[in-house]
Nanobody, 128 residues
């Protein structure tokens, strides 16, 4: 299993949009949970959006629901996060992660806890 490789992020004014991508190592025929997490300075890491490598079921934490969109491109094994209407409260280091041990509905992915393969992180800065 290789470390996921992230791209995207950057700086934007409040109300703007950014996107993140993450190439995930995936063996043929397997399926598992994937998600996006974020950590702001002085705060605990929190999961913000989850799906599976089949891309159907999706789950969002309340603070981003309706503004963020998670997707998994099965042809490219790439996890994406589109972030719209960003606020300064969204500013953080964002990480993608894979849970190779678990597959299920996305809300179960959010609670599974066994995320051991993490991307290198992407900074998201939002100015007011």
């Amino acid at each position: 299993q290789e470390q996921p490789v992230q791209s995207g992020g950057g700086s934007v004014q409040a109300g703007g949009s950014l996107s993140l991508s993450c190439v995930v190592w995936k063996a043929p025929g397997t399926r598992f949970c994937v998600g996006w997490f974020r950590q702001a300075p002085g705060k605990e890491r929190e999961g913000v959006a989850f799906t599976t490598t089949e891309g159907g079921s999706k789950f969002y934490v309340a603070s981003v629901k309706g503004r963020f969109a998670i997707s998994f491109d099965t042809a490219k094994n790439t996890l994406n996060l589109e972030m719209n209407d960003l606020t300064p409260e969204d500013a953080a280091m964002y990480y993608c992660a894979a849970n190779y041990r678990f597959y299920g509905p996305a809300d179960h992915c959010a609670r599974s806890g066994s995320y051991e393969n993490w991307g290198q992180g992407s900074q998201v800065t939002v100015s007011s």
